[in-house]
């Protein structure tokens, strides 16, 4: 196995992917999906964790040695980019959605020099929305974005389309398509739905419409 098929196996071995193509889930944005990945599971694994770990340091020292900073999305990529910047001897901060309405209302904790570059850390990728607007607010307080790293993508249009307005590039760990075919050989309700997990994963939105009720 690959390494990306590795961590797609673990996911699913940990329950931290759930596919339901006949019961669809609904996220918070509205949409309807066959599939819900709750990778804050990870953190309670130790072997799973640490193979996260693995791919991550091995991505960072093939896409992006050069890293000065290590930054954390509040909540879900706060420990990922913690267990990251102790293996690699880097400060860390972490990006809040917003900034605190109290104290010194940060939007931003911790501290980095100007000029730093700095790694995005965050656990899923569905849009990509929460990461951007992350790097946005690094990058208005000084900092050199060098790139955006995540451990399972779901590869979906509206990510792909945001990040290619972006000047920094997107690595994960695992994605839905490596995924899906692991998935099957283990569950044969999800090798009969593969067609209907490939309409989802072309057009999330009409996939939507043509599931709600």
């Known amino acids: 196995m690959s390494q990306a098929e590795q961590i797609a196996q673990a996911l699913l071995d940990i329950h931290a992917i759930s596919l339901r193509p006949n019961q669809p889930f609904t996220w918070t944005s509205g949409l309807k999906s066959p599939i819900y990945?709750?990778?804050?599971?990870?953190?309670?694994?130790?072997?799973?964790?640490?193979?996260?770990?693995?791919?991550?340091?091995?991505?960072?020292?093939?896409?992006?040695?050069?890293?000065?900073?290590?930054?954390?999305?509040?909540?879900?990529?706060?420990?990922?980019?913690?267990?990251?910047?102790?293996?690699?001897?880097?400060?860390?901060?972490?990006?809040?959605?917003k900034a605190k309405g109290h104290g010194k209302q940060n939007a931003i904790e911790g501290e980095f020099d100007k000029g730093a570059k700095v790694l995005m850390v965050e656990d899923l990728?569905?849009?990509?929305?929460?990461?951007?607007?992350?790097?946005?607010?690094?990058?208005?307080?000084?900092?050199?974005?060098?790139?955006a790293l995540a451990i399972f993508n779901y590869l979906l249009p509206a990510s792909r389309q945001a990040f290619a307005k972006e000047d920094f590039p997107l690595y994960t760990l695992s994605d839905f398509k490596t995924l899906i075919p692991i998935a099957a050989k283990e569950d044969p309700e999800v090798e009969a739905a593969r067609d209907v997990l490939e309409q989802w994963y072309q057009d999330p939105q009409a996939w939507t419409a043509s599931h709600s009720d």
Do not use: W
């Open 37 to 97: 990945c709750d990778n804050r599971l990870t953190i309670s694994h130790p072997e799973v964790r640490q193979l996260l770990i693995d791919g991550f340091l091995s991505t960072i020292k093939t896409q992006c040695p050069d890293i000065e900073v290590v930054a954390g999305t509040a909540t879900a990529g706060i420990p990922h980019a913690a267990f990251i910047a102790q293996a690699l001897d880097l400060p860390m901060i972490y990006v809040r959605d």
């Open 125 to 147: 990728i569905s849009t990509g929305g929460s990461v951007i607007q992350a790097a946005h607010q690094v990058q208005e307080a000084g900092g050199q974005v060098v790139a």
